[in-house]
């Protein structure tokens, strides 16, 4: 049995967004610029016109600067959007047969979620978080060093041995 007792922050929620959309700034920050580049080096060769590609450049920069104000704005709206959150008392145990969800926000009810092994789509990690992952959308998310029942770094093996108990194309820490 493993035991996970945190309390929901803004760190966490910000690692949750940025965990799901890390797949897809990697694309961006790919593809964005040799997109970029290609439309530069056609516009010169098309009119060798370097007042063209000041113009063009100036208006890339723009962009980039909006572009940037827009993650900016966005991540504290995600924040602001996900402030019922922010405060909530999470325990999650996790049992042979079963994971179970405490969540309390405050000095207001405890509401408890609980759920079979075949339930769980997958389990993940990075350096700082697990994602149990409910469906491809939904996961709770767990800091490292929350454990407070057992070795936290036989987690993932136990996990493992559940997961690939169900399924062995799930992907498990």
């Known amino acids: 049995m493993f035991e996970f007792d945190y309390i ?17 700034m990697l694309a961006l920050k790919i593809f964005l610029p040799l997109f970029i580049s290609f439309i530069f080096l056609k516009e ?6 370097t007042a063209n590609i000041i113009a063009l450049a ?5 962009l980039a600067v909006f572009s ?16 019922n959150f922010i405060g909530m008392k999470v325990n ?17 009810f405890e509401q408890i ?5 075949n339930q769980i789509y997958k389990i993940v990690q990075n350096d700082s978080y697990y994602f149990v992952y409910l ?4 996961s709770h998310i767990i800091p490292k060093g929350s454990c407070i029942s057992s070795n936290e770094d036989d ?18 820490c």
């Open 8 to 24: 929901f922050d803004e760190k966490t929620i910000i690692a949750g967004r940025d965990f799901l959309l890390a797949k897809y």
């Open 44 to 49: 010169y060769l098309a009119t060798k016109d």
């Open 58 to 62: 100036a208006a890339l920069a723009v």
């Open 68 to 83: 940037f104000a827009a993650q900016k704005w966005s991540k504290k709206k995600y924040i602001k959007n996900s402030s």
């Open 92 to 108: 999650i145990v996790f049992t042979d047969e079963k994971v179970v969800v405490k969540t309390q926000k405050q000095n207001q």
């Open 113 to 117: 979620q609980e759920y079979e092994w």
């Open 135 to 138: 469906s491809k959308l939904s």
């Open 155 to 172: 987690f993932k093996t136990f996990a493992e041995t559940r997961i690939n108990n169900l399924d062995t194309s799930s992907e498990v």
